[in-house]
């Protein structure tokens, strides 16, 4: 089977890990390189293979962490029980 030299939407937001609006957005951005063929847009496979950690972003710095981890206690700290009832459904 060979692999074709664009994906789709949907196949870049599975390999990036992100929403497909997420992608949709960075592609009207201009943040990903892509031309529309018809109704759908045509991403090249090796851009973003080559381009895959500046899509994503760069790791966070120390000080982003430490907000994300605060606001993560916070979050637990107050839904806790809500979200362990979530999880077990």
Do not use: C, N, W
Not at 60 to 80: M, N, P, W
């Amino acid at each position: 089977m060979e692999k074709s030299a664009y994906l789709s939407i949907a196949q870049v937001a599975k390999i990036l890990k992100i929403s497909r609006i997420a992608v949709y957005k960075k592609v009207k951005k201009g943040e990903i390189e892509a031309m529309r063929i018809g109704k759908v847009f045509a991403i090249p496979r090796d851009y973003v293979l080559q381009r895959i950690r500046k899509i994503k972003g760069s790791p966070l710095a120390e000080e982003e962490k430490k907000r994300v981890h605060k606001v993560v206690d916070k979050t637990i700290s107050e839904y806790g029980e809500v979200l362990r009832r979530l999880g077990s459904e």
